[in-house]
């Protein structure tokens, strides 16, 4: 369950999955060896003593001769350097630095409201001085709700976003280790949309249109300083194969006054590794008596396919469930 919730949000050249004979591994973030955090808010009965936390997954999944070194770098929230120099040292002689950031676990859940999204405290500091020092960076998130990280989107080559996996997730090291190592494909898919910035909040995929959608000509709905999109959409996911969708078919079909809607697509693995992918069907009504969102999911499925495995993918839907109904 907890590598299945992982997303894979960013992988450049394909710098994941790394070796597991990897030279050099410079872990680094107030995160790493944080066991009380690993349990997330309202952990209720979990227990810090059974927590395994990123540093001791990645240090079990690695080869014996790989040299792992770890270093704080800087506190979650406090706005004091740390030790960000001895950071920046030892991702200077790693052939990859490892970067565990995000929120503590009492930041999410009741009374927990924040006004920036930001990564919080000297995070995004310690992350700007890794990054300067040309050590291929991962940067694994952590964080009970969508962060602002748009710096980090186009800078850091691969970023997963691994959340808080709860009371059943205190192999949360192991399930991270997993996934950087490849020994799983993160197949899992945003729940939520994530902001470019504060200043888009609120924002959700099925949001209903406005009286002016945005385009190029000034007097519409949008920003005058970045773009309207989320930096990361709901629904968006990466994974360490690719796949192929095709021969999309959608048909209707009458009986005993109920019209139903039939959608099918084929979906192939296209890569060399086995990988889950989430087929995601999708609603829009363009023209109604009532204000619509601009799309809506209805149903998904997800799957896992063999490297050249084909599937065929079908939904179902009643005619109900493409309306929204209204007690007048």
Known sequence: MARKAIVLLKNEKNLLPLKKDIKSIAIIGPLSDDKYSLLGAWHCEGKVEDVVTPLEGIKAKVSPQTKVNFVKGCEIR???NGNINEAVDIAKNADVAILVVGENSNMSG???????????????QLVKAIH??????VMVLMNGRPLSIPWEAENIPAIVETWFLGIQGIQTGHAIADVIFGDHNPGGKLPVSFPRSVGQVPIYYYHKNTGRPPTEHKFTSKYIDLPVTPLFPFGYGLSYTKFEFSNLKVMTKEANKTTKIFASVDVQNIGDRAGDEVVQLYIQDV???????????????????????KKRVEFQLDANELGELADI
């Open 78 to 80: 406090e706005k004091k």
């Open 110 to 124: 009741e009374a927990s409201s924040r006004s920036s999204l930001d990564l919080p405290g000297m995070q995004q």
């Open 132 to 137: 300067q020092t040309g050590t291929p960076v």
């Open 287 to 309: 023209v109604a008596s009532m204000t619509r969102p601009v799309k809506e999911l209805k149903q998904f499925q997800r799957i896992t396919l063999q490297p050249n495995e």
